[in-house]
């Protein structure tokens, strides 16, 4: 059963990945193309808008992938000082706490998208919707949800390697 799980929540995690890498291009050109052609006085109209949602979902959409093979930087001074009985105590309690913090803002999100949708808020210069943001934002927070669920389930391993 976890071969499966597994297996779909990774190819989840590389979706969200890739939609990070294009977001990571997408702001590497928009901005050289509004720094050449403002040479020319035609600067790209709604680059800042452009560069905003991109950056904002390159951050969403890499948390999995970061997630899922332990990339962050973990704080190992608490847990240098506790008893070796009492490590994975804790560490799993945090782990349940950070799936239950994910889930939760899984659901925040949700609902502050369609708000957004019913309030049909958009970018200042180019007017695109934000709505859709916050749902990717909150498919990419159940996605964390189900790789912590994971970690806690095999504790000391990645659920894949970078």
Same mark, same amino acid.
């Given at each position: 059963?976890?071969?499966?799980?597994?297996? @779909?929540?990774?190819?989840?995690?590389?979706?969200?990945?890739?939609?990070? +890498?294009?977001?990571?291009?997408?702001?590497?050109?928009?901005?050289? /193309?509004? &720094?050449?052609?403002?040479?020319?006085?035609?600067?790209?109209?709604?680059?800042?808008?452009i560069v905003m949602v991109a950056a904002c979902l390159t951050a969403v959409c890499a948390l999995p992938y970061t997630t899922a093979v332990k990339g962050h930087v973990a704080v190992e001074f608490f847990f240098q000082r506790l008893p070796a009985r009492l490590k994975?105590?804790?560490? +799993?309690?945090?782990?349940?706490?950070?799936?239950? /913090?994910?889930? &939760?803002?899984?659901?925040?999100?949700?609902?502050? +998208?369609?708000?957004? /949708?019913?309030? $049909?808020?958009?970018?200042?210069?180019?007017?695109?919707?934000?709505?859709?943001?916050?749902?990717?934002?909150?498919?990419? @927070?159940? &996605?964390?949800?189900?790789?912590?669920?994971? $970690?806690?389930?095999?504790?000391?391993?990645?659920?894949?390697?970078?």
């Amino acid at each position: 059963m976890w071969a499966k799980y597994k297996l @779909f929540v990774g190819w989840l995690v590389k979706g969200l990945a890739f939609i990070a +890498g294009i977001n990571v291009l997408v702001m590497m050109i928009v901005t050289c /193309l509004d &720094v050449i052609l403002r040479r020319f006085g035609l600067p790209l109209k709604g680059a800042v808008d452009i560069v905003m949602v991109a950056a904002c979902l390159t951050a969403v959409c890499a948390l999995p992938y970061t997630t899922a093979v332990k990339g962050h930087v973990a704080v190992e001074f608490f847990f240098q000082r506790l008893p070796a009985r009492l490590k994975p105590v804790i560490d +799993g309690i945090w782990r349940v706490a950070v799936l239950i /913090l994910y889930a &939760v803002m899984s659901w925040h999100s949700m609902i502050y +998208g369609i708000d957004m /949708l019913h309030r $049909n808020r958009t970018t200042l210069t180019l007017h695109i919707p934000l709505f859709w943001i916050l749902w990717l934002m909150s498919f990419s @927070f159940a &996605v964390v949800s189900l790789i912590k669920l994971y $970690n806690l389930t095999h504790p000391g391993k990645e659920m894949m390697k970078p």
